[in-house]
């Protein structure tokens, strides 16, 4: 079947460094890598859609100096959040796309002190 | 304007009622799925339906596309139902709503 591991599961960082994060594919192509962040008390948000050989479309309010994200090859991509601060704190989900199925990770919870 | 509205933010209910949670998107939606989200933040996909009646276990999705608006029944709900349920529309990319908070008290 298709799985998605994220890791790590949780993380702590200190406010104004930087922590990346990862997403794995297993038993499928994710040809497309999509980035989500719910923060406290809200519901989830796209942050950036990656497709392999594409280039990666962020959505408004995030941007790839703040979030650059590496997808090399269809069954791995990887997100940092730089300089993050405590707005940043939240679970970062992946959601990797095969066609028109979309499998998501456990997520990243990101705790920033 | 927010794509995917969820209704009612929260609820509570004794164990054996049954639960009716409600979803309504504002643009067409070629896919739609109801997750359940763990206490721990983890999304489990319970049912797509894109349209029609669907059902599994003590779960029952019914989606109106020309309507746009989908429900989620649980019956019999029980104290492990607990926790937060999200409805998700796919419209090229995905939206969620903010989710129905479920309490199950035994």
């Known amino acids: 079947g298709a799985l998605v591991y994220q890791y790590p599961r949780r993380t702590i960082c200190k406010s104004g460094t930087s922590m990346r994060m990862e997403c794995q594919a297993v038993?499928?192509?994710?040809?497309?890598v999509a980035w989500y962040r719910q923060s406290p008390q809200k519901t989830f948000e796209l942050i950036a859609l990656?497709?392999?050989?594409?280039?990666?479309?962020?959505e408004q309010n995030f941007t790839q100096e703040k979030f650059p994200i590496s997808h090399p090859n269809l069954s791995f991509s990887s997100m940092t959040v730089l300089n993050a601060y405590l707005e940043d704190r939240g679970l970062y989900l992946c959601?990797?796309?095969?066609?028109?199925?979309?499998?998501f990770g456990p997520g990243t919870r990101l705790t920033v002190l | 304007g927010q794509q995917v509205q969820q209704s009612p933010a929260s609820l509570v209910l004794q164990e054996g009622e049954n639960a009716e949670l409600q979803c309504n998107f504002s643009?067409?939606?070629?896919?739609l799925q109801w997750f359940y989200q763990s206490p721990g933040g983890s999304l489990v996909s319970l049912l797509s339906?894109?349209?029609g009646t669907k059902h599994t276990g003590r779960l029952t999705s019914t989606t109106v596309t020309k309507e746009r608006r989908s429900s989620l029944h649980i019956s019999s709900s029980q104290t492990t139902d607990s926790g937060t349920y999200l409805c998700?529309?796919?419209?090229?990319?995905?939206?969620f709503g903010d989710g129905t908070q479920l309490v199950v008290k035994p």
């Open positions: 959601g990797a796309i095969q066609g028109s199925e979309q499998y």
């Open positions: 038993g499928f192509q994710a040809t497309s």
């Open positions: 990656s497709t392999v050989n594409s280039a990666i479309k962020y």
């Open positions: 643009s067409t939606a070629t896919q």
């Open positions: 339906n894109p349209s």
């Open positions: 998700a529309i796919d419209n090229n990319r995905i939206f």
